[in-house]
């Protein structure tokens, strides 16, 4: 997949207030400082697209870009969907009640939004498994939304305590998983694991087309 051009549209406060939805579209969510900032501007190839910064918890809306691309740089036949950023989980310095508000807004958007194709969980490679990215990833697999692992900062340890954090990861998994998800490993930096994660939304808005004309 190229992609030809991404363009941010607007950050919504609620599901509700999200854009049709008429296109597929693919979330992004993580820890806060798990570097999905990064991970979604190298995607796009465009530094300035989504805003990083080194305070947590930055995002706090649901922040929809349009994504216009083709299966080849050169090609005219254009595929729009949705990239969607979506407020991280963790530490981010809020109230409770501010928390809560925060945590309904992203379950209500995760459960309702009926043009969710895929929920891409970012989990940091370098560290072992946390409690929060299993427990959030089992509250998807309870309300039955497709997701997909992505293991970043592969750049920023050393290759053999990066797979042994991705095994331990997985290995946690199966205890309460029947079937794993697919997982790619990432570096924002490097641009590693890009195209692989290109090719299978790719694949996925093939499949939405096909589903959409039936």
Same mark, same amino acid.
């Given at each position: /997949?190229?992609?030809?051009? *991404?363009?941010?549209?607007?950050?919504?406060?609620?599901? =509700?207030?999200?854009?049709?939805?008429?296109?597929?579209?693919?979330?992004?969510?993580? $820890?806060?400082?798990?570097?999905?900032? %990064? !991970?979604?501007? /190298? !995607?796009?190839?465009?530094?300035? !697209?989504? @805003?990083?910064?080194?305070?947590?918890?930055?995002?706090? /809306?649901?922040?929809?870009? =349009?994504?216009?691309?083709?299966?080849?740089?050169?090609?005219?036949?254009?595929?729009?969907?949705?990239?969607?950023? #979506?407020?991280?989980?963790?530490? *981010?310095? &809020?109230?409770? %009640?501010?928390? $809560?508000?925060?945590?309904? /807004?992203? =379950?209500?958007? #995760? $459960? @309702?939004? =009926?043009?969710?194709?895929?929920?891409?969980?970012?989990?940091?490679?370098?560290?072992?498994?946390?409690? #929060?990215?299993?427990?959030?990833? +089992?509250? !998807?697999? #309870?309300?039955?939304?497709?997701?997909?692992?992505?293991?970043?900062?592969?750049?920023?340890?050393? +290759?053999?305590?990066?797979?042994?954090?991705?095994?331990?990861?997985?290995?946690?998994? $199966?205890?309460? +998983?029947?079937?794993?998800? +697919?997982?790619?490993?990432?570096?924002?930096?490097?641009?590693?694991?890009?195209?692989?994660?290109?090719?299978? &939304?790719?694949?996925?808005?093939?499949?939405?087309?096909?589903?959409?004309?039936?």
């Amino acid at each position: /997949m190229h992609i030809k051009k *991404a363009t941010y549209l607007i950050s919504s406060p609620s599901f =509700e207030k999200c854009p049709a939805s008429d296109k597929a579209e693919y979330a992004f969510i993580g $820890r806060s400082n798990v570097g999905k900032s %990064s !991970l979604i501007n /190298m !995607l796009c190839n465009n530094d300035k !697209l989504a @805003k990083t910064s080194n305070s947590p918890g930055k995002t706090q /809306m649901i922040n929809h870009f =349009e994504i216009a691309s083709v299966l080849k740089a050169g090609e005219f036949n254009e595929t729009k969907w949705y990239l969607v950023d #979506l407020p991280g989980y963790g530490f *981010a310095k &809020i109230s409770q %009640s501010s928390r $809560r508000r925060w945590e309904q /807004m992203i =379950e209500n958007y #995760l $459960r @309702k939004r =009926e043009n969710l194709t895929n929920v891409f969980v970012l989990i940091d490679s370098r560290h072992t498994p946390q409690k #929060l990215d299993l427990d959030f990833i +089992q509250k !998807l697999a #309870l309300w039955q939304i497709p997701f997909t692992l992505v293991f970043t900062k592969s750049d920023k340890e050393k +290759q053999s305590v990066v797979s042994k954090n991705i095994k331990l990861f997985l290995e946690k998994l $199966r205890t309460t +998983q029947q079937f794993l998800p +697919q997982h790619f490993i990432t570096s924002s930096v490097k641009k590693t694991g890009r195209t692989k994660i290109l090719d299978l &939304i790719n694949e996925m808005n093939i499949d939405s087309k096909a589903g959409r004309s039936l």
